[in-house]
């Protein structure tokens, strides 16, 4: 699949990475290679030296026999890796004479994925079966018996060497040691010296073996070489190497990483509603997945059985002002949920939603609600714990979650208009154009500098300005224009802010959870880069750099900030999924060792109308929520099968 990549800036220095795909071409040695011994009766022997042998068969059946077997480590090659290539070569320094009629052999030789450790052994020695490799015993002193002959304690088969071709297709008794069908086959021929090779080109089922091996590295016992035993009075040996010294076999493997998206798809799970633009799950071990909708709902989708409930969790469109009122904006309506960390004893959850006063006025509303006795519906009635007043239509943020301190977190816009005119991103004395932190289990005593028309909270002590004279005590961080949803990362904690736009750059900005008091320099900078325009002067350093941008181009408007991914259903480990709202694009975000590098997607702006959120379930699994087409999406693998269920994870 070809790949268009985005480019990105990185923090400090501003240059431009990409993620590439990589090949790798490795060659190993083994570490486990008996071809080096010596048969009992210096047969092919070459004055003694140490020879590779796959065997002689006399016509009786009970000439000396051994199998050449070798294994490789393979586990410094990635379980993602694609195989591309694989090529065994042993390098025949002397090739045997057939029988004692001193004529030089060519054959074929074949090797078998070994399913269990392998000793050497004789054919029809007595009581070989299921034995182990020969240990010569110790000459017997005089006039004492033969000692008793030790056999090991691998195991091997004796039927292995049964040359009926219908023999089933796992050698047997007692465990099935090596496959009966070869993975690959080589001719060894009279030149001298010959490289003999197993190659993937022809045998195919050379990459399985190497792609089982680095799956199940505990079942990695190697390859057994073999020879035709079709015709079993024929030598089936040749010396691969004169001297210990000299080079082994070697195992050449040509493979590629793959692209975290290259597998990656969007499939369907829930259509028929209205205006999703947020979900979350409530941390309860349900299984559930809570939708937002923008007119005023809370549609419940029940990952376990895959169903959308009819009846609404929650329905507040009267109370409501959206973009379905007349004269209500794009930005307006239901825009945040969050349930409180304790919801499966206490029941309690927020909503964040914009009304419009009875004289014309905006606000945005933070309430609570509580279940009811039914774990699928909510009562109708909350409470109004924080209000405060929104000069326009747009830039209302909304998002809202509990971070790992346990606070409750809420992203709010400049108040609208351009350029910030309302001069809220930088006035600590506004509760717009900011991330605001409060505590919902307390209540802020006397004194307390709030900014909020409904003050049903308390204040958490580390705020940016808690018992200043000036700015708000509810305020975390400021200078944003628009943060379009923001996220935790289940494993570190940190915070993961995507703030909207104006005239050329998006930007995602990443923060330590525990910090506060940073400014992200809105409307002094977007992006990387100067904005013109600096309120009054106040936009003075340190301001916090985004690790992610991109530009307004081809059709870039607006990011949709996501999340670090922390699932076990996905090669994305640590990567931070985000999008574009108007042109539907995703991209995975990458982090190593402080330089950011980003993928695009291909082809969810073929699936998707609109990109308005990512959401996560109590997996730490993905989904995106798409207003245009009132539909909600799951981010699987193609080459995984999606495990429905709950199991223990970060996100719960």
């Not at 051994?66 to 090739?95: H, M």
């Not at 793959?258 to 947020?278: K, M, Q, R, W």
């Not at 350029?419 to 991103?425: F, K, M, R, S």
């Not at 307390?442 to 307390?448: L, N």
């Amino acid at each position: 699949m070809l790949k268009r990549i985005l480019q990105f800036g990185m923090l400090v220095t501003g240059f431009l990475l990409t993620f590439q795909a990589s090949a790798e071409v490795v060659e190993l040695t083994p570490i486990k290679d008996n071809s080096l011994f010596e048969d009992a009766q210096g047969r092919f022997s070459n004055g003694g030296g140490k020879h590779l042998f796959m065997g002689r068969v006399g016509p009786d059946g009970g000439e000396l026999l051994r199998r050449t077997v070798v294994a490789f480590d393979v586990s410094g090659i990635p379980k993602n890796a694609i195989i591309n290539s694989v090529a065994l070569e042993f390098v025949i320094v002397q090739v045997p004479l057939e029988g004692d009629e001193g004529t030089p052999t060519g054959d074929m030789a074949t090797l078998h994925l070994l399913q269990s450790d392998w000793g050497e052994g004789f054919t029809n020695a007595p009581g070989n079966e299921g034995r182990g490799a020969l240990v010569e015993p110790p000459s017997p002193g005089p006039g004492e018996p033969p000692p008793p002959i030790d056999y090991g304690a691998v195991t091997w088969s004796h039927t292995a060497y049964d040359p009926d071709p219908m023999v089933a297709g796992f050698w047997s008794s007692p465990g099935g040691d090596f496959q009966a069908i070869p993975s690959a086959t080589a001719e060894f021929t009279t030149s001298d010296p010959e490289v003999m090779t197993f190659d993937s080109s022809v045998s195919p089922d050379l990459k399985d073996d190497l792609k089982f091996w680095i799956s199940n590295p505990d079942r990695n016992f190697g390859w057994i070489l073999r020879g035709d035993e079709v015709r079993p009075q024929n030598a089936r040996g040749m010396a691969s190497r004169e001297h210990p010294s000299d080079p082994g076999p070697t195992l050449k493997i040509d493979y590629s990483i793959p692209s975290p998206t290259d597998f990656l798809s969007l499939t369907p799970v829930a259509s028929e509603l209205t205006s999703p633009v947020g979900m979350t799950h409530a941390g309860d071990a349900s299984g559930r997945l809570f939708i937002v909708e923008q007119q005023g709902r809370i549609r419940i989708y029940d990952t376990v059985t895959g169903m959308l409930q009819v009846t609404p969790f929650l329905d507040i469109q009267d109370e409501v002002f959206s973009l379905s009122d007349s004269g209500g904006g794009n930005e307006q309506g239901l825009l945040g949920l969050a349930f409180h960390p304790d919801y499966e004893n206490n029941g309690r959850f927020f909503v964040n939603y914009t009304i419009r006063t009875m004289g014309g006025q905006y606000h945005t509303v933070v309430a609570e609600f509580a279940v009811s006795g039914d774990p699928n519906l909510a009562l109708e009635t909350g409470e109004v714990i924080m209000e405060f007043e929104q000069e326009a239509r747009n830039h209302n943020g909304g998002d809202m979650h509990f971070g790992p301190d346990g606070y409750l977190y809420i992203a709010s816009g400049d108040g609208g208009g351009g350029d910030d005119q309302y001069d809220n991103a930088q006035d600590i004395d506004t509760l717009r154009g900011a991330i605001l932190r409060i505590d919902v289990d307390t209540v802020a005593p006397g004194g307390a500098e709030l900014c909020s028309l409904v003050t049903a909270y308390g204040i958490p002590p580390n705020n940016a300005f808690p018992g200043a004279d000036d700015g708000c005590d509810e305020i975390l961080h400021i200078g944003l224009r628009n943060p379009w949803r923001f996220s935790f990362d289940a494993l570190s904690g940190n915070l993961l802010i995507a703030d909207v736009g104006q005239n050329d750059w998006e930007e995602i900005n990443r923060v330590a959870g525990g910090a506060s008091g940073l400014n992200f320099g809105w409307p002094c900078r977007e992006g990387l880069h100067d904005f013109d325009r600096d309120p009054a002067g106040v936009c003075s350093p340190p301001l916090v750099e985004p690790v992610l941008e991109y530009e307004h181009v081809d059709g870039n408007c607006s990011v949709t900030g996501g999340y670090v991914y922390r699932g076990t259903a996905l090669p994305l480990t640590g990567s931070y999924l985000f999008g574009d709202w108007c042109t539907r694009r995703i991209w995975v975000g990458s982090n190593k060792g402080g330089a950011w590098s980003t993928e695009e997607w291909e082809g969810t702006s073929d699936t998707l109308s609109s990109l308005s959120a990512f959401g996560q379930d109590e997996n730490c699994e993905l989904y995106v929520a798409d207003r245009a087409g009132g539909a909600l999406y799951r981010i699987e693998d193609g080459e995984i099968v999606f495990r429905n269920g709950l199991e223990h994870s970060l996100c719960q």
